[in-house]
């Protein structure tokens, strides 16, 4: 792979002075060879597995990250589904399996670990469960392990046992220790048809049809995107906009895949693919909403705002379909609430609500990401948030996800601020009507029949 002179003078502005950088370089690591009749020895098996195929990680991300002059912000590795793992052991809790990863995850340097898993799109096994009710304690009891689970697909439907549980386990999980203020949730997230080679937390896993290791890149960009749209001016259509997006998409695109191989080729193992996610962080100028400014709109949340971050997603999907040939994971344009300082504002003085982004999440590549809400939320009211984002990502065939955060003692329109790449978000507030006798029902919603393409 090679770029031409004007893409490295290209990339190279846009890393000094538009925010552009890799976010996460995050390596798949499939641990089933580690399964054995005991928890003790599954997890001396784990950590030994994580020690010897990851500790050269970070070291050679932070080389790479040098020679090429290109931010690398996290270090991450993906595991297979723990509940996998877990189910070999008989144990009735795999809270130790969440020590033992964390511990291996502090011990190389790297920033998360994903892959407390679970997929019960269609149903629950036993070892599901034990995962789903150890998920609480694992969340509360680690730093940087990510929990995610799969709750509905377009070819099964959606298991509505699992949403009304995820529900309970969500405020669960909040309340265990309600001085963090929601902040193990943060690393906990539900999906409609999940991916298996998401490089991004918290819903990074490595999947049952993925190799023994990969390295899965992630990259970002907002800032980048924002500075192209506006050097174009008012005076340009949207269709010479969406070429700006497609054309911005390819130059980073093609930095993202330079710096993943060169990490695979060092650690010898395989690379995976390139997420084209544009990932916003909480510093000025680095935000989605920014971009959706920058065609017109004068708050984000406005009239207009979808069609906007539609135009926006299927560029970045062009521009990098053009780049690359391994492109996967998400790949679209997040709007996490808490991390992007300006959707956060819009949400603080009334642009933005709960019902927008749930309609914003019907053209973008995740879902409702980091939405703080009050912490007198009934759990089925946040299950019934998720069957709605979920009955989304299932009739459109797309990925759509949720990771909300009951903030205890706190009501809509007061503050949590996580600092770092996490940020700071008003609480939003819900709609404040029962979905309780809905939720209770349970059951399988049907998957729809455009699942039977057979």
């Known amino acids: 792979m090679w770029l031409a002179a004007n893409e490295v003078f290209d990339t190279l502005r846009m890393i000094e002075n538009e925010h552009l950088d890799v976010r996460t370089v995050t390596m798949g690591l499939n641990l089933q060879d580690c399964a054995t009749g005991s928890m003790s020895t599954t997890c001396d098996k784990v950590v030994e597995k994580i020690l010897t195929v990851g500790e050269r990680l970070v070291p050679v991300v932070e080389q790479v990250s040098q020679e090429f002059g290109v931010p690398i912000v996290n270090k991450r590795i993906a595991l297979s589904p723990l509940s996998l793992l877990g189910a070999s052991t008989g144990a009735d809790s795999y809270v130790p399996l969440a020590v033992a990863v964390d511990k291996a995850a502090k011990e190389i340097g790297v920033d998360y670990i994903g892959g407390f898993s679970a997929l019960v799109h269609k149903g629950f096994t036993n070892s599901d469960r034990i995962l789903f009710d150890s998920i609480p304690e694992a969340l509360n009891t680690t730093d940087r392990v990510c929990a995610s689970v799969s709750l509905g697909s377009t070819k099964a439907g959606i298991n509505m046992d699992a949403v009304k549980l995820f529900g309970e386990i969500v405020l669960k999980t909040a309340f265990m220790r309600p001085e963090l203020e929601g902040l193990p949730c943060c690393k906990l997230v539900c999906f409609c048809n999940m991916m298996e080679d998401n490089p991004f937390i918290a819903g990074a896993m490595h999947g ?54 060169e990490v695979s080729r060092r650690l010898n193992v395989n690379f995976g693919i390139l997420d084209l996610s544009l990932a916003p962080t909480p510093e000025r100028g680095d935000s989605v909403a920014d971009v959706l400014e920058a065609m017109g709109l004068e708050r984000c949340g406005t009239h207009g705002t979808t069609a906007a971050l539609a135009l926006l997603n299927d560029a970045v999907k062009k521009g990098g379909t053009m780049a690359s040939s391994y492109v996967g994971g998400l790949s679209g344009a997040f709007i996490p609430l808490s991390e992007d300082e300006e959707m956060a504002y819009c949400a ?51 990925t759509t996800a949720v990771r909300i955060l009951p903030i205890p003692g706190k009501k809509a329109g007061e503050k949590v601020d996580y600092g770092g790449l996490l940020g700071a978000a008003s609480i939003i507030a819900v709609n404040p009507h029962s979905s309780s006798v809905f939720i209770e029902r349970g059951g399988r919603i049907p998957a729809p029949l455009q699942a039977l393409k057979n």
């Open 208 to 261: 049952v049809g993925e190799p023994e290791c990969s390295i899965n890149v992630g990259i970002s960009g907002p800032g980048v995107v924002n500075a192209a749209i506006r050097r174009l001016g008012h005076g340009a259509d949207l269709g010479k906009v969406a070429e700006a997006v497609k054309r911005t998409a390819f130059k980073i695109t093609r930095m993202g895949e330079l710096v993943g191989r």
């Open 348 to 398: 603080q003085i009334g642009a933005l609500s709960l019902e927008k982004l749930e309609a914003m999440t019907c053209v973008c590549s995740v879902g409702l990401d980091m939405i703080a809400i009050p912490g007198d939320t009934p759990a089925s009211t946040i299950s019934g948030i998720v069957a709605d984002e979920m009955a989304i990502g299932m009739v459109n065939s797309k």
